[in-house]
């Protein structure tokens, strides 16, 4: 089965969805700013290396404990920030489709049935706790769990902002970096962006 396969930050959502709904929270639930020095404390250890990104991302999602109905303010998140999906997907869009991200499940998964989007492959954080179940659904990372959910899949076109998702992108017909609302065949663009760096370097 051949199928499209999406990156979803900055790729077919304008931004990061997992910034934005903190700091939605941030503005409508304050009291979750309890939790900063706690996060800037952990922050350390992470930019450094000390700490691996997923126990990073736990204890920064840890907060969400704090939220009464967690469910209801990401449906309330979406409402405000469904516009930010890119026209360009909305015109590419197949019934088939598959995103990919390291973003919380839970917090995917809403906007994907709005969109109508059946196929959903993200990290799977308890909403309640900021616990993982398993990895960050990044680099590697994702094409084990594509491999493990969907190992019938042959990957037409796949698209992403990040070059971290090399992995994905080598097992497709066709890749293509996304840049905003633009995007080009991978291999050619990074060749490009290497070119442009080796001449600024002489």
């Keep these: ?11 077919i959502f304008d931004g990061d969805s997992t910034q934005k709904f903190y700091l939605y929270l941030l503005k409508n639930n304050p009291k979750i700013a309890f939790y900063l020095p706690k996060q800037f404390f952990y922050f350390m250890p992470f930019s450094f290396g000390i700490m691996e990104k997923t126990k990073f991302k736990e204890k920064f999602y840890s907060c969400f404990s704090s939220i009464e109905n967690i469910e209801e303010e990401v449906e309330k998140f979406w409402d405000i920030n469904i516009k930010g999906i890119k026209k360009w997907y909305y015109d590419n869009q197949r019934e088939d489709d598959i995103i990919i991200s390291a973003s919380p499940e839970f917090l995917l998964k809403p906007i994907c049935k709005r969109l109508n989007i059946k196929y959903l492959i993200a990290s799977k954080v308890d909403s309640k706790t900021g616990k993982y179940d ?5 680099g590697e990372e994702k094409v084990i769990r594509l491999k493990k959910e969907k190992p019938e899949v042959i990957i037409n076109e796949f698209y992403s902002d990040s070059f971290s998702d090399e992995p994905l992108a080598m097992l497709a017909k066709k890749s293509y970096i996304v840049d905003k609302d633009n995007f080009y065949p991978w291999w050619e663009y990074k060749r490009n962006r290497a070119e442009k760096g080796n001449k600024m370097h002489k």
């Design 1 to 11: 089965m051949e199928v499209n396969v999406y990156d979803f930050d900055k790729t």
């Design 134 to 138: 398993g990895l960050n659904c990044y």
